[in-house]
């Protein structure tokens, strides 16, 4: 079944412990941490003291580190509460060691590409990865469009996984509403980040409800 991960970067902050108890009760399976510096990406968000108090809550929470010198920040996160460490591919650095460093502080290691990065990355790297996230919108704001021409790329990365007998989670982030979901999921993703759609529907749990329903749809194998 697919899973839902919805982006606090969309919550209400005013009364983001209320955003969390709604979508832990309308079925989320974990939050989408968003870390931005103002150097990888324009924007300045959450740091791993927000996310040691979201991390109290009812949802395990997946730090997506959109920063520079993500290995510098691995333990404070991971400190914090963080279950899922996602990197940037295009951050640089031994993206190996700093995975291998994720996984040594008890953390699932996922890796990001963003939407001009190619897959071939993962290649030598798919044995260190728990999860990969493409990217279907430039990282850095929240309410984008789903670049649509991102969509053949999840469907080379799940094949990737699957000839390779990967376990790795695949995760998509950007531009997730019921229509653009349902298309991540037939070109192969199990995870689904959705952030203004999500925060913003007066149902959230019809939201989520729509999304499996997709996904029963396209898995009916599973529904036997």
Same mark, same amino acid.
């Given at each position: 079944?697919?899973?839902?991960?919805?982006?606090?970067?969309?919550?209400?902050? /005013?009364?983001?412990?209320?955003?969390?108890?709604? &979508?832990?009760?309308?079925?989320? #399976?974990?939050?989408?941490?968003?870390?931005?510096?103002?150097?990888?990406?324009?924007?300045?968000?959450?740091?791993?003291?927000?996310?040691?108090?979201?991390?109290?809550?009812?949802?395990?929470? #997946?730090?997506?580190?959109?920063?520079?010198?993500?290995?510098?920040?691995?333990?404070?996160?991971?400190?914090?509460?963080?279950?899922?460490?996602?990197?940037?591919?295009?951050?640089?650095?031994?993206?190996?060691?700093?995975?291998?460093? +994720? =996984?040594?502080?008890?953390? !699932?290691?996922?890796? *990001?590409?963003?939407?001009?990065?190619?897959?071939?990355?993962? /290649?030598?790297?798919?044995?260190?990865?728990?999860? &990969?996230?493409?990217?279907?919108?430039?990282?850095?704001?929240?309410?984008?469009?789903?670049?649509?021409?991102? !969509?053949?790329?999840?469907?080379?990365? =799940?094949?990737?996984?699957? =000839?390779?007998?990967?376990?790795?989670? !695949?995760?998509?982030?950007?531009?997730?509403?019921?229509?653009?979901?349902?298309?991540?999921? =037939?070109?192969?993703?199990?995870? +689904? &980040?959705?952030?203004?759609?999500?925060?913003? *529907?007066? #149902?959230?749990?019809?939201?989520?409800?729509? !999304? /499996?329903?997709?996904?029963?749809?396209?898995?009916?194998?599973?529904?036997?």
């Amino acid at each position: 079944m697919v899973k839902v991960a919805p982006s606090l970067l969309a919550a209400d902050f /005013r009364v983001m412990g209320a955003e969390i108890e709604r &979508v832990a009760a309308a079925g989320a #399976d974990y939050l989408h941490f968003d870390v931005m510096d103002g150097a990888f990406v324009p924007e300045i968000s959450f740091g791993s003291g927000i996310l040691k108090w979201a991390a109290k809550g009812p949802l395990p929470v #997946d730090a997506h580190l959109m920063i520079e010198r993500p290995e510098a920040q691995v333990a404070n996160f991971a400190k914090a509460g963080a279950k899922i460490i996602t990197i940037h591919a295009e951050a640089g650095g031994h993206l190996h060691r700093t995975l291998s460093l +994720i =996984r040594e502080h008890g953390c !699932l290691a996922g890796l *990001a590409l963003n939407p001009a990065t190619t897959p071939d990355c993962l /290649r030598y790297l798919l044995p260190s990865l728990d999860l &990969v996230l493409v990217m279907t919108v430039n990282p850095g704001y929240g309410g984008q469009k789903m670049i649509p021409e991102c !969509l053949d790329k999840i469907a080379e990365i =799940r094949s990737m996984l699957d =000839r390779a007998g990967s376990k790795a989670m !695949l995760e998509v982030d950007g531009g997730a509403n019921t229509v653009t979901a349902a298309e991540m999921m =037939r070109h192969g993703a199990d995870v +689904i &980040v959705a952030g203004s759609a999500l925060f913003g *529907a007066d #149902d959230a749990k019809g939201f989520i409800d729509s !999304l /499996r329903a997709s996904w029963r749809q396209l898995h009916p194998e599973e529904n036997a």
